[in-house]
Nanobody
């Protein structure tokens, strides 16, 4: 069974940076098969929302993170990253990695990693 595992979350001061990683456990899954790779986040008391996405090789971002977050992939390591700069308290959330393979409409989620931005 494919599992996505996020790491890199933690506590950071406002204005700080973090890089989240998402790796696939198991040798039957490869991010290169995905037509969509994304990072979602869910803040306390709010619905899960899209933060960053790569679809057909093109990256897009939520307005609230544009210019501060960068989604990237390393095919050799079979890992997806979310580089986050100039973090705000409003970025506090659980961040989830997501992959979608069009063939068979298969979707994969990680368990999430907590990011807390606080002074």
């Amino acid at each position: 069974q494919v599992q996505l595992a996020e790491s890199g979350g933690g506590l950071v001061h406002p204005g700080g940076s973090l890089t989240l990683s998402c790796a696939a456990a198991g040798n039957t899954f490869n991010f290169t098969e995905c037509n969509t790779i994304a990072w979602f986040r869910q803040a306390p008391g709010k619905q899960r929302e899209l933060a960053a996405i790569i679809t057909s090789g093109i990256a897009n971002y939520a307005y609230s993170v544009k210019g501060r977050f960068t989604i990237a992939r390393d095919n050799a390591k079979n890992t997806v990253y979310l580089h986050m700069n100039n973090l705000h308290p409003d970025d506090t959330a659980i961040y989830y990695c997501y992959g979608h393979i069009g063939a068979g409409n298969r979707q994969y989620w990680g368990q999430g990693t907590q990011v807390t931005v606080s002074s």
